[in-house]
């Protein structure tokens, strides 16, 4: 092996670092749609969405993206998809093997390649970065999400005065999963009611999730396991299908909203 690094020092990984970031959040100050949770569903949405040519900005409060799809079930790294979801895996040129009546597939392998096809067709990430209110507009309708750094929400309360920042978009999807996280700020301010999701019920949960992804309040989106939060739907556990079903209606419905 021959080949010599070119030089550069400290101070240019830290500029060249900057610039990117910088650049990156500058053009995002205004989107198409933020998705606010990047697990299979939100990250689904986003590659749809940007497939159509949508400027898409995902947030992600962990430093790693996938959520659930990631670990699988039980921290055994093997996702389960149930047809005709498993169509989606082809697609995306997911390996997966069929088990009677089910499809598995190893997580992490699954979640690389749908970040992967995310990425490829332009949609931008903030990891690390904690969803902290809705942007209001004129009658009650969502344009954008105020965000901090997640770590200032570890910090003790008086020393945590931390401004957040906000971004504008005209639509928001709520994909954060069990907490539904923007959904419950709606339901602070009494523009909504949420249900809780009920107990695991695997047959009943995938199609129901799917069959009430859609608009919940002007200018906001639900999908994935949010849906079942707001309406009181049973959860799945470690099987995936729905959430790839229900990202990819999620981005039919908002495609279909910004006209």
Not at 94 to 108: M, N
Not at 191 to 213: P, Q, Y
Not at 241 to 251: E, F, P, Q, T, V
Request: with cysteine.
């Amino acid at each position: 092996m021959d080949e010599i690094f070119e030089k550069s020092s400290e101070s240019d990984v830290t500029r060249a670092i900057v610039k990117q970031f910088g650049k990156v959040l500058d053009e995002y100050a205004e989107s198409d749609v933020i998705i606010v949770g990047g697990g299979p569903s939100g990250l689904m949405a986003a590659r749809d969405l940007a497939i159509k040519n949508r400027k898409v900005l995902v947030v992600e409060r962990n430093n790693y993206l996938g959520g659930g799809f990631w670990l699988g079930g039980y921290l055994m790294n093997t996702v389960t998809v149930r047809p005709p979801a498993h169509k989606v895996l082809d697609e995306l040129e997911i390996p997966y093997e069929k088990r009677d009546k089910l499809y598995t597939a190893l997580g992490p392998h699954a979640c690389s390649k749908l970040i992967s096809a995310a990425c490829d067709e332009g949609i931008q990430i903030l990891n690390m970065t904690e969803f902290d209110d809705v942007v209001f507009r004129e009658q009650g309708r969502v344009g954008g999400v105020v965000i901090n750094w997640t770590p200032v929400s570890a910090l003790p309360r008086q020393i945590t005065c931390v401004d957040p920042v906000s971004l504008e978009s005209k639509l928001v999807i709520d994909a954060t999963g069990h907490e539904a996280c923007v959904v419950k700020k709606l339901e602070e301010r009494d523009v909504l009611e949420t249900a809780g999701f009920g107990g695991m019920w695997v047959e009943e949960s995938e199609d129901l999730v799917v069959e009430h992804t859609g608009k919940v309040a002007e200018g906001v989106i639900a999908t994935g396991m949010a849906v079942s939060t707001i309406f009181g739907l049973p959860r799945m556990g470690p099987t995936f299908g729905s959430m790839l079903l229900s990202g990819r209606k999620a981005a039919e419905i908002a495609d279909e909203m910004l006209g």
